[in-house]
């Protein structure tokens, strides 16, 4: 990972990458999938682990998820995160156990619950190798 600022720090973009990282800038969650099985994969691999295919190619998912957990982080590890702030494992609803590691957002703490329906939303970070898009996540429907 590189460093953009003290506040953002940004995934270094390589051709395995760069589908999910900048799927964002057209609003779409994008995963690697497996053109043979239909088996997203995440994080990319060259090989699809079910049916040992190399046909794989970056395909966009709804973006809606299910909480499956979280925890709520008090401590500041890291300058520029408003605390408190939720860091959650949400399921991608297209593939049971599809699940990314990420942040829940526009939502009050009380109000966060494991099941709850999830819409991913996108941070555009600007980064001289190549800007990103964060995926996070907020209640569906949109902010509470």
């Known amino acids: 990972m590189t460093e953009q600022s003290?506040?953002?720090v940004v995934p270094e973009l390589s051709d395995r990458n760069r589908h999910f990282w900048q799927g964002g800038e057209k609003g779409q969650l994008v995963f690697m999938r497996c053109?043979?099985?239909?088996?997203?994969?995440h994080p990319p691999i060259p090989i699809c682990p079910r049916d040992q295919s190399?046909?794989?190619?970056?395909?966009?998912?709804s973006g809606r998820a299910t909480l499956a957990t979280y925890t709520v982080n008090h401590h500041g590890w890291l300058p520029g995160f408003e605390l408190p702030y939720v860091?959650?494992?949400?399921?991608?609803?297209e593939q049971p156990a599809l699940r990314l590691t990420t942040n829940v957002i526009n939502c009050p703490l009380e109000e966060?619950?494991?099941?709850?329906?999830?819409?991913?939303v996108f941070r555009h970070i600007e980064d001289p190798h190549g800007d990103v898009w964060l995926p996070l996540f907020e209640p569906e429907g949109g902010q509470k």
Not at 35 to 41: R, V
Not at 87 to 93: M, P, Q, R, T, Y
């Open 6 to 8: 003290t506040t953002v």
């Open 35 to 41: 053109q043979d099985c239909g088996y997203y994969l």
């Open 54 to 61: 190399k046909n794989l190619a970056p395909e966009a998912v």
């Open 87 to 93: 860091v959650a494992l949400v399921e991608i609803v």
């Open 112 to 120: 966060v619950r494991i099941g709850m329906a999830l819409q991913v």
